[in-house]
């Protein structure tokens, strides 16, 4: 009989409550109930402000329910998640050190020895495309090169589970689906379990196994969760004339669209009050 891959991930009606300055609880997220299976790919996908970055912080083991659990490989997570790495929307490069340094950083600090680590840094960097710009500050880089370090800076470490906070979103339209798509070819060749955070549906559409729909906050929820069947592999730019992606778009923006006008007119009170 045939041994079964442990779950990577699962929350059980996780919630996560802070306490304001003014000593009132503010609920983000309520009885959140997600599983990501080994090598699928998950997309999360709400208005601003809903508690998407919430749940990968709490997968990442950096923030602890107040309610409800987090198991990875079915074991409860009860620290940070050692298992996961965790690609920023924001560049965690260090400006002070060249692509190749910030790559092999992430062996260095584990024991491996110098020369070790910057061979394997090479090959990451070449698998993303930027093999001849080791020797590059990250200011010397546009910003779709330095999100390809950083991309290569987490992989080297071989993560079981990879959380992605809307990485591309800084990204100009273009870059966004040229990443995308190296982004696929490398999950493709290694299977890993992932949980992409975006506001653009079109994109977790094009990326996913999974788009996971969460409702507006104060005490957001999971409203949806739509099996995504388009084959792969997938272009993003191609994938999106399908007639079959339309159907899924206007199916799930249908849930979405309400949560979203939602989120707006919350934002817009509080900016008012």
């Known amino acids: ?12 009606g996780a919630t996560v409550a802070f306490r304001l300055a003014d000593g009132r609880v503010y609920t983000a997220v309520e009885q959140a109930n997600l599983t990501v299976d080994h090598g699928e790919f998950v997309a999360i996908v709400g208005p601003t402000g809903c508690g998407k970055s919430t749940l990968l912080n709490v997968t990442a083991g950096l923030l602890k329910p107040a309610a ?10 009860t620290g940070l998640n050692r298992d996961a790495g965790y690609l920023f929307q924001a560049d965690a490069l260090f400006p002070w050190k060249t692509a190749i340094d910030n790559v092999a950083i992430g062996l260095e600090i584990r024991g491996t020895p110098r020369a070790d680590a910057l061979a394997r840094a090479q ?3 070449t698998s993303v495309g930027l093999g001849a710009f080791a020797g590059r500050y990250p200011h010397m880089l546009s910003g779709g090169q330095r999100k390809r370090v950083a991309l290569a800076q987490v992989l080297i470490r071989d993560p079981k589970i990879l959380l992605m906070d809307e990485p591309f979103g800084p990204l100009d339209a273009q870059t966004r689906q040229i990443m995308g798509n190296l982004l696929l070819e490398l999950w493709t060749a290694d299977r890993k379990a992932v949980l992409f955070v975006t ?26 969760d739509w099996r995504i069947t388009l084959p792969r592999p997938r272009d993003i730019a191609e994938v999106r004339m399908e007639k079959d992606f339309h159907a899924l778009h206007r199916e799930i923006w249908g849930v979405l669209k309400d949560e979203v006008m939602k989120g707006y007119v919350q934002s817009t009170q509080a900016g008012a009050a």
């Open 68 to 77: 409800g659990s987090a198991r990875i490989f079915d074991q409860p997570l």
């Open 199 to 224: 506001h653009d549906l079109e994109e977790a559409i094009a990326l996913a196994d999974r788009v996971v729909i969460m409702s507006a906050g104060p005490s957001a929820r999971i409203i949806g």
């Open 123 to 125: 090959q990451w960097l």
């Open 1 to 12: 009989m045939a041994m079964t891959e442990p779950t990577a991930v699962a929350l059980d």
